[in-house]
């Protein structure tokens, strides 16, 4: 078998099945999809169970996080590959024969999918943001360029298996540095990440501005986890753990300067708004990092 698509999900019965329905919608390669259901108590079974193709598995299990969710299906996945999606990421036709392609013309690296979001699920200021932030970050960049340490993104990526470590995800208890650990490690393995445009998917979970705020205030709490996993002055600096990092942070990102913003958000629809968007998130991991500090 070639590939195996590895799809966590928690309570997102609809996005999941859509995301099912659209890998099983290819004819080729020989794939298997693997989704691991952590635990839901929506209807994802029964949505999933309806679906009638034997490519897909469906394992179910007490909810254990991402990390877990991940090293389940890897570790029951039968393909060459191994392409880690998210329930949310859509792929467009062709987008595992891209993968395929990739591989072949960079053997043992980590293929990193182009991802993007559609307008229809843009909405709100915050999102037209995000929007155009994600798709600044990624339209400048070639086809089979490699990324940076922290791009093992892993919304979206395949990998030889073979290449992969027993239990790849450490399992970390929030949200946040869990792909950039295992990254850091493949990397320091000789692997590398590189970007593939041809292998383009959709994200359709609209996000919002107390949500992402709330994921990068996670992430500054587990920066400290990877850091004491990988203990260096690069690693330091990268998390903002390094003390004179964590103090520039919280000099120029005061969560009070942010609660005042949040207070009061008229300048959303007004110039300007992007700065004050990314001060917020800056804000947020930092308070993260502050409360983490002594964890």
């Not at 799809?7 to 794939?31: K, Q």
């Not at 259901?37 to 929506?42: F, H, L, Q, T």
């Not at 029951?76 to 392409?83: I, T």
Request: proline share 6%; aromatic share 10%.
């Amino acid at each position: 078998m070639e590939i195996s698509v590895v799809i966590p999900t928690h309570n997102r019965a609809t996005l999941v099945s859509r995301v099912v329905r659209a890998f099983l919608a290819e004819g080729e390669p020989e794939f298997e999809v693997i989704v691991v259901d952590d635990g839901s108590s929506d209807d994802t079974p029964a949505r999933l169970g309806g679906i009638s193709d034997p490519r897909l598995r469906l394992i179910r299990q007490p909810n254990q996080k991402l990390a877990a969710a991940r090293n389940r299906g890897i570790a029951e996945a039968q393909g060459r590959l191994v392409l880690l999606n998210d329930d949310d990421i859509v792929p467009e036709p062709g987008f595992l024969r891209a993968h395929l392609e990739a591989h072949r013309l960079y053997p043992g690296s980590a293929i990193v999918s182009r991802v993007r979001i559609p307008d229809a699920v843009v909405r709100t200021p915050f999102q037209r943001y995000w929007q155009a932030r994600m798709h600044a970050g990624t339209d400048p960049l070639r086809a089979g360029q490699v990324l940076g340490k922290g791009g093992f993104w892993s919304a979206s990526i395949s990998f030889s298996r073979s290449l992969l470590p027993a239990r790849p995800f450490a399992e970390f208890e929030a949200y946040g540095w869990e792909e950039h650990e295992l990254g850091l490690r493949l990397w320091n393995r000789g692997m590398r990440p590189r970007f593939w445009p041809q292998a383009q998917a959709w994200h359709h979970d609209p996000v919002s501005l107390e949500g992402m705020l709330e994921k990068w205030r996670s992430m500054g709490r587990m920066a400290w986890k990877f850091y004491a996993a990988h203990k260096s002055l690069e690693v330091a600096f990268w998390t903002g753990t390094h003390p004179l990092s964590l103090a520039l942070k919280g000099w120029l990102y005061p969560w009070s300067k942010a609660e005042g913003l949040l207070a009061e958000r008229c300048w959303e629809e007004q110039a300007g708004a992007a700065g004050k968007y990314r001060f917020l998130l800056e804000a947020a991991y930092t308070r993260g990092l502050l409360e983490g500090k002594g964890g």
